[in-house]
């Protein structure tokens, strides 16, 4: 099973991929979309185009990507979900089908405690995926989402709760 994780986020788009048999997961290739243009519907465009991109040139057969959380910039909250709202309908439009999990989530099933940072988050993944070198945070992130869906897809119960989380 390949599996795409998508880490939303307007300027910076982080995605990875890995392979998952069984219990077994491995790294395929992650990186970063950066959206490009003046004004958001351009940059929303510009992270549909490569997403699209991602998904034609590896493939995936499952995608998982991150629920949006609310944060005191309001206005922040609704770009990042735009970009998010971009990057699902890029999935289905590909007929992907899509796990969502909270960050929290994520968080705890790669590291182990729902509130790890950045650095936590990047060791685990190259822990739980050898030889994999993240290009950033952002497609670490991506790589833990995907790791997360890896874990969760395989019982239906447990990704329905999240979905609803």
């Known amino acids: 099973m390949r599996i795409l994780g998508i ?3 307007l300027r910076n788009l982080g995605w990875g ?5 069984g219990s077994k997961l491995s790294h395929v290739a992650n990186g970063v979309c950066h959206s490009d243009g003046d004004d958001l519907g351009e940059r929303l465009l510009s992270l549909h185009n490569q997403v699209t991109e991602v998904i034609a040139a590896f493939a995936p057969d499952q995608a998982a990507i991150e629920q949006t959380f609310v ?6 909250t609704l770009k990042l979900g735009q970009a998010r709202g971009v990057a699902l309908l890029t999935l289905a439009k590909a007929g992907l089908s899509v796990g969502e999990y909270a960050p929290n989530r994520v968080k705890k099933t790669v590291v182990g405690v729902g509130h790890a940072d ?3 988050i990047m060791h685990m993944v190259k822990l739980q995926l050898p030889g994999c070198n993240p290009e950033n945070a952002d497609a670490a992130d991506a790589l833990a989402i995907a790791i997360c869906h890896a874990f969760y897809r395989g019982t ?3 990704q329905l709760r999240e979905v609803r989380a």
């Open 118 to 120: 950045k650095k936590q």
């Open 17 to 21: 991929v890995i392979e998952s048999h």
């Open 156 to 158: 239906a119960d447990r």
């Open 71 to 76: 944060n005191k910039d309001g206005a922040g």
């Open 7 to 9: 880490d939303p986020g």
